[in-house]
């Protein structure tokens, strides 16, 4: 799945190897899950809400972990879909995206990851844009009066 994502240059260290191995990347998934689970805009999606209500944090930290480690050049054993399968019944909006990729870098920063890991890790969650919002979708809400006006 990481195949047409960022790849590390040979010879030094992983992002995944910089953001502390699983160890770390499951810290920071901890926090960044209940930032998600806990944000009033995410849940105003409703379909984001039933999902969330519906599987539960732990499994969420867990496939947000695993995939985190794959995208990041660490062991593959991300078990989930890929990210449009799993986010195409989401009616994912831009502004969606937004929000959760705001909380992302909120819980890097809070968590102390070094600013070029910041940066990396962000860059790979910008190049899934496009795989997790369903444009029809955001048209659709958009005309709905389901996205902020701005
Ligand atoms: C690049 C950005 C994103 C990444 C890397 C990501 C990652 C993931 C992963 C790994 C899963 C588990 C997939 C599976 O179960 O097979 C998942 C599910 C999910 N994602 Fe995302 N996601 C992203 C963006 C978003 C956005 C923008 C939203 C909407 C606000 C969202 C909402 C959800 C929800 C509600 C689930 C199901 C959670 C549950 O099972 O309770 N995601 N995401």
């Known amino acids: 799945m990481t195949q047409n994502h960022p790849v590390e ?35 105003r999606n409703p379909y984001v809400a039933k999902m969330h209500e519906r599987n539960g944090r732990p499994g969420f930290k867990f496939m947000v972990t695993a995939w985190s480690a794959e995208v990041t050049g660490g062991p593959s054993c991300y078990p989930g879909r890929d990210m449009h399968d799993s986010h195409k019944d989401m009616v994912c909006t831009e502004h969606d995206f937004d929000v959760v990729a705001l909380e992302i870098a909120a819980t890097l920063s809070f968590c102390g990851v070094g600013v070029q890991e910041q940066k990396e890790y962000l860059a790979i969650i910008e190049s899934f844009r496009r795989e997790v919002i369903d444009a029809p979708a955001n048209e659709r809400a958009r005309e709905a009066g389901r996205v902020p006006v701005g």
């Open 9 to 43: 240059p040979a010879g030094n260290p992983t992002l995944y190897e910089r953001l502390g191995g699983i160890f770390g990347i499951a810290a920071i998934m901890d926090v960044l899950t209940d930032r998600l689970f806990d944000n009033a805009w995410a849940n």
